[in-house]
């Protein structure tokens, strides 16, 4: 059984744990071993088994090569903890692993988790307001605007004002958005475009959208300064000034300007277990315990690295304005402080980018309920935020300017036609770029005359309308755009082809009805000089 990549979804720590037990049982190797005078079959040291698992674990792509050895001993006490394993007498439930020469072996079967039942989730996340039909008399408000499908039937009442025949329409003025429609706007979007880059039929698979807060996202979007780092308007959910000191310290390790460094030895030591202690007593990890499956889905992008790194920027804008300030803070100073070679060694048995995953993983993400492989996915997640932050945690513009462009598409004035089954508006506009003359002309071809093409030959075949209409609509067709006309009609001959006149078979004439009709000899005289 090779060990296979386990996508975003549902479930996917439990899916994980499943499949490294699968794979632990299978590969791992057995053997007789002699202990106290006695032979045991099929087991394995306790030090073979952090050996194997350690290399497995590293070579496979759910985990990656940053697990450490510690952590590969974490596991295993929670295999014997959940009777994966057991003692060669058949002991198991404690967490008394060690790296050492015990006996272990396998039980006749490894207990695996099962999949928790939720319930049937729904497969529409966007919540836009409804715009519904006024009753006769009301107020012309929520008019319902659909995307309008365009056939010949359509384009002529659109396109009939050439010709004299112009539809009734009327002006149609929406409803002011409340403070509540846009925020609903922003969280439909917000998650919509989650569940897009996740890849999944319903971001109800790994959230419990009720919990989402729209206002944390506009907060998260708008109230930040230059930097990008969000500005709170409870101050009471700062960090204290003394770890903010202490983040500034290493952070800015040799020079710190606004701090009077002692001068003994270990001092720098002193300040990162404070940092540490501080983020560690938080009764909940900074991306919220409701987002563990979310950003645990988001650990199956990381081979498409861009995809991860968008699927991150919106998850982290659901955060509370206070946990997301925090991560961001944290983040910055994790990422100065690995690349910092002025920096003394803060532990002696790890290394400063190692000794900053281990101390923070738990604090960053972790599950309510008790998930075996937590740490290791904590510490794989906090590896790539701390690889990527700086794109990470900074709001993404271009989904800011669509939503933004969508709320102001909803304020603007309609038109309504009558007797139309759709009403037409321009779909919200998105932002702009700027393109070259070669790309513009293709998209004018393409986007242009390819669809009025396609128009064109719909009114040439349909044979459900009379001739006499199919006429009508090709003329003016061909006076509004004459070029698409030209190239699918380019002689007189092309466009007569379309309309054969009828073989009318005449009746033969006889040949006395060609000449003039006879008349008797009539003598003249003649004149002889």
């Known amino acids: 059984m090779e060990p296979r990549l386990v996508g975003p979804g549902p479930y996917r720590a439990t899916r994980l744990w499943n499949e490294t037990i699968e794979l632990f049982r299978e590969g791992m190797p057995l053997r007789r071993h002699r202990s106290l005078f006695k032979n045991y079959e099929c087991c394995f040291k306790a030090s073979e088994a952090v050996d194997w698992l350690h290399e497995l674990l590293r070579c496979n792509q759910n985990f990656g090569p940053e697990v450490t050895r510690n952590q590969t001993i974490q596991l295993l006490k929670k295999f014997l903890k959940n009777h994966v394993i057991e003692d060669i007498k058949g002991r198991w439930g404690k967490e008394d692993f060690e790296d050492d020469s015990h006996l272990y ?42 995307p309008l499908m365009m056939n010949s039937e359509m384009w002529f009442k659109r396109h009939s004002i050439a010709i004299g025949e112009v539809p009734a329409c009327r002006l149609v003025h929406r409803q002011e958005l409340t403070q509540a429609n846009i925020e609903e706007i922003w969280k439909s979007m917000m998650l919509s475009h989650l569940q897009k880059v996740l890849g999944l039929d319903s971001v109800d698979e790994v959230l419990d959208t009720k919990l989402v807060n729209p206002k944390h996202i506009i907060h998260n979007v708008y109230n930040v300064n230059k930097q990008g780092i969000v500005i709170l308007e409870d101050k009471t959910k700062e960090l204290p000034h003394w770890v903010l000191s202490a983040m500034k310290c290493l952070a800015n390790w040799p020079s710190c300007s606004d701090l009077k460094q002692p001068s003994y030895i270990g001092f720098e030591r002193d300040v990162f277990k404070t940092i540490a202690d501080y983020y560690g007593h938080m009764k909940e990890p900074l991306l919220t315990f409701h987002l563990f499956d979310v950003f645990v889905s988001v650990l199956g992008l990381l081979q498409k690295n861009k995809k991860a790194i968008e699927a991150l920027r919106v998850s982290c804008l659901l955060l509370p304005p206070e946990n997301r300030k925090k991560l961001q803070l944290l983040m910055k100073m994790m990422a100065r402080i690995s690349l910092n070679k002025d920096l003394p060694p803060l532990c002696d048995t790890a290394g400063t980018r190692t000794l900053m995953v281990q101390a923070f993983s738990h604090c960053i993400l972790c599950s309510r309920d008790e998930v075996d492989l937590d740490e290791l996915l904590a510490a794989k997640l906090v590896t790539f935020l701390m690889d990527n932050c700086q794109e990470i945690l900074n709001v993404p513009s271009s989904l800011q300017t669509i939503i933004e462009e969508h709320v102001i598409h909803l304020r603007r004035v309609q038109i309504k036609y009558a007797d139309a089954d759709t009403d037409t508006t321009l779909p919200a506009p998105s932002f ?36 006499k209409d199919k006429k009508k609509k090709l003329k003016q067709f061909q006076k509004s755009y004459p070029e698409v006309y030209k190239e699918r009609f380019p002689t007189p001959e092309s466009e007569a082809v379309l309309f054969p006149e009828k073989n009318k078979q005449k009746p033969q004439l006889l040949m006395w009805a060609l000449k003039k009709p006879f008349q008797p000899f009539q003598r003249t005289r003649s004149f002889r000089m």
């Open 105 to 146: 072996r396998f039980p006749p079967s490894s207990p695996l988790k099962p999949y928790p039942t939720r319930p049937p989730y729904r497969k529409e996340v966007i919540k836009i307001p409804d715009w519904n039909v006024p009753e006769a008399g009301t107020s012309q408000e929520h008019i319902p605007v659909k």
């Open 432 to 467: 702009c770029r700027q393109i070259s003359t070669d790309e513009f002309e293709y998209q004018r071809v393409n986007g242009s005359q390819e669809p009025l093409a396609a128009l064109l030959e719909e009114i040439t075949m349909n044979k459900e309308i009379s001739v």
